[in-house]
């Protein structure tokens, strides 16, 4: 039994919605790439059971693909509190994905939250005063 759930435009949602973080692994079945690093992730999921690990079949899903603006395969997302915290294409090594994990188990939401807030802030104040 994989320990990986199949995203899909049906679950995806869903999904998101009801699990504060989650992994997410854009890969195709012809991608060697993808390949090499799907054994990397599914030990990355048994190592760390409290959370989601997702994968999207870019081939299967090409809408899910597009949303996220998906350029190359394999791209690993984490979504946490339906907030998009990191995304970068490329096989990870082991270590390397183990240490991103690490990392986005210790941010502060609170802090990326109120950092996105006044990202809106100031882009709403910019656009106001191109257009004055």
């Known amino acids: 039994m994989s320990s990986t759930v ?3 435009k049906e679950n995806f949602d869903q999904t998101v919605t009801d699990n ?25 999921a048994e190592a760390n059971a409290d959370l989601v690990f997702a994968k999207v079949d870019t081939e299967a899903q ?11 395969i394999p791209t690993l997302m984490i979504i946490r509190d339906q907030v998009a915290i990191f995304a970068q294409p490329g096989a990870l090594p082991e270590t390397a ?16 939250r109120k950092s996105v807030a006044e990202q809106q802030t100031q882009q709403t104040q910019e656009a106001q005063e191109t257009a004055e």
């Open 6 to 8: 199949e995203l899909t």
């Open 97 to 112: 994905l183990v240490d991103v994990i690490g990392q986005a188990r210790k941010l502060d939401m609170d802090e990326v």
């Open 62 to 72: 090409p809408e899910l693909a597009a949303a996220f603006n998906i350029q190359s």
């Open 20 to 44: 504060e973080f989650v992994l997410i692994d854009f890969w195709a079945s012809w991608c060697g790439p993808c390949r090499q690093f799907a054994p990397v992730y599914e030990k990355a």
